[in-house]
T-cell receptor, first 111, second 110 residues
Framework: SQTIHQWPATLVQPVGSPLSLECTVEGTSNPNLYWYRQAAGRGLQLLFYSVGIGQISSEVPQNLSASRPQDRQFILSSKKLLLSDSGFYLCAGYGGKYEQYFGPGTRLTVT | GQNIDQPTEMTATEGAIVQINCTYQTSGFNGLFWYQQHAGEAPTFLSYNVLDGLEEKGRFSSFLSRSKGYSYLLLKELQMKDSASYLC???????????FGQGTTLQVKP
């Protein structure tokens, strides 16, 4: 079965600083990968998904970008963080069966 | 457009039964998921329905009616540890994308 790793678990960053969140997958090859964001008390919003190396689809226009440099690595980035970027960021993988597996998440607070 | 509706909050008593409803209007439909999410944690998979009818898994059951765009999650013999948010999500397309509702926060009281 898939295991999704994310780090860091928590992050406090000032407005205007850069961001890099990493997600790695083990237990499967060529997975579809997803970045979701969850604002406090809200549902999950899909930000990006990738069906393969170098292939990124963006779901919503925003201050963030994503990259997939390796089959099992998915990175979420920003050049300059905004207050509205605060939230709980979740990476998920889909390996061909119906279930999406989620990583433990990164709680980002932009101050 | 894509729209998934769930009640925001529900309260129930330990040992009771609770039903959490979800209605959806999406441009594609390949199945419906229910996830459980405890505060500060990632969602964990509960159930998946692709055909109409009831799927039972222990104390949890999930029902789907595709013609009505409706699902519910049924929790029996409620326990305090069932206090969590319950997320309804529609599986859309062939890329595994999930469209989530806002989630229902369930509080179980003694």
């Amino acid at each position: 079965s898939q295991t999704i790793h994310q780090w860091p678990a928590t992050l406090v960053q000032p407005v205007g600083s850069p961001l890099s969140l990493e997600c790695t997958v083990e237990g499967t090859s060529n997975p579809n990968l997803y970045w979701y964001r969850q604002a406090a008390g809200r549902g999950l919003q899909l930000l990006f998904y990738s069906v393969g190396i170098g292939q990124i689809s963006s779901e919503v226009p925003q201050n963030l970008s994503a990259s997939r440099p390796q089959d099992r690595q998915f990175i979420l980035s920003s050049k300059k963080l905004l207050l509205s970027d605060s939230g709980f960021y979740l990476c998920a993988g889909y390996g061909g069966k119906y279930e999406q597996y989620f990583g433990p998440g990164t709680r980002l607070t932009v101050t | 457009g894509q729209n998934i509706d769930q009640p925001t909050e529900m309260t129930a008593t330990e040992g009771a039964i609770v039903q959490i409803n979800c209605t959806y209007q999406t441009s594609g439909f390949n199945g419906l998921f229910w996830y459980q999410q405890h505060a500060g944690e990632a969602p964990t998979f509960l159930s998946y329905n692709v055909l109409d009818g009831l799927e039972e898994k222990g104390r949890f059951s999930s029902f789907l009616s595709r013609s009505k765009g409706y699902s519910y999650l049924l929790l029996k013999e409620l326990q305090m540890k069932d206090s969590a948010s319950y997320l309804c999500a529609v599986f859309s397309g062939n890329t595994g994308k999930l469209i989530f509702g806002q989630g229902t926060t369930l509080q179980v009281k003694p």
